[in-house]
């Protein structure tokens, strides 16, 4: 058996599955169980949020391990589904370890057009504001903060900003808006123009993945996630008071 090719199997599918949002104690399970296939005496995985690591061991090979650096997380459950089937029809004899490398490969990290993620996200922006009470005067509103919303993205991905500094300004900018779009239309509910162009910015997926693994017991893991998801949230409030005080949304 080719270990090297199983290791990179192993650690390719670790790095899609972190990437793509999946749970910590999922990642060490589809690892493990890819390892597993080399009958070794000792196979080895471990995963954290920032990063995933394994070990082969066997008196008969030389010992292999693994680092690799996890620095960008997003959410396709597509991804993490498409790496548990892979895994399962490796495991089970349905693939071959060339097989089972090159459709990990295979696996896109975008599967939508970008324009088209672009419209959904001003479509959920939309929606909300119906969702909370709003009129249609608000969901159209709501839909401009949107547009804005994802100009102020795409600026921000042509510079190294860190995700706290990418939150910042993004709700910021929503901030500005929801009250300017306000100040024109005084018939419009400035806090539902709000907090519905903050929705795709709310990290609903790291607060529930922080209460999965901490349950399955990775404390870790799970503290990392429940603190990602904290200055996630602190970096919106921060954001959209700023931008309130800016255009006097607020009084202090």
């Known amino acids: 058996m080719n270990y090297k090719k199983l290791m990179d199997t192993a650690m390719l599918a670790g790095e899609v599955m972190m990437k793509s949002g999946a749970e ?13 296939s080399a009958n070794v005496q000792k196979t080895e995985a471990f995963a954290i949020t920032t990063g995933i690591f394994a070990t082969l061991d066997d ?44 459709s990990l490969k295979g696996i896109r990290q975008h599967e939508y057009k970008h324009w088209f993620v ?34 102020a993205m795409e600026f921000e991905k042509r510079y190294i900003f860190s995700s706290f ?7 910021t900018c929503i901030a500005i808006v929801a009250v300017g779009l306000h100040q024109v239309y005084p018939a419009a509910h400035q806090d539902i123009i709000t907090i519905a162009g903050m929705i795709p910015m709310v990290p609903g997926t790291a607060i529930t993945n922080a209460i999965r693994d901490t349950l399955q017991g990775d404390y870790m893991s799970g503290g990392a996630k429940a603190l990602e998801a904290f200055v996630i949230a602190a970096s919106i409030a921060i954001g959209v008071a700023f931008g309130l005080l800016l255009l006097g949304g607020i009084q202090l």
């Open 118 to 151: 672009n419209l959904n996200i001003v479509l959920l922006i939309g929606s909300f504001a119906l969702v909370l009470g709003g009129s249609l005067l608000d969901m159209a509103l709501s839909a401009i903060v949107g547009i804005v919303l994802i100009t």
């Open 59 to 102: 008196p008969a090979i030389d010992s292999i391990t693994m680092i690799r650096r996890i620095s960008e997380r997003g959410i396709n459950l597509n991804n993490i589904s498409q790496v548990n089937q892979i895994s399962r029809d490796y495991c089970d004899g349905r693939l071959t370890l060339d097989e089972a490398y090159d």
């Open 24 to 36: 910590t104690y999922r990642v060490e399970d589809t690892m493990h169980r890819i390892l597993r």
């Open 165 to 171: 500094i990418k939150n910042v300004l993004s709700s």
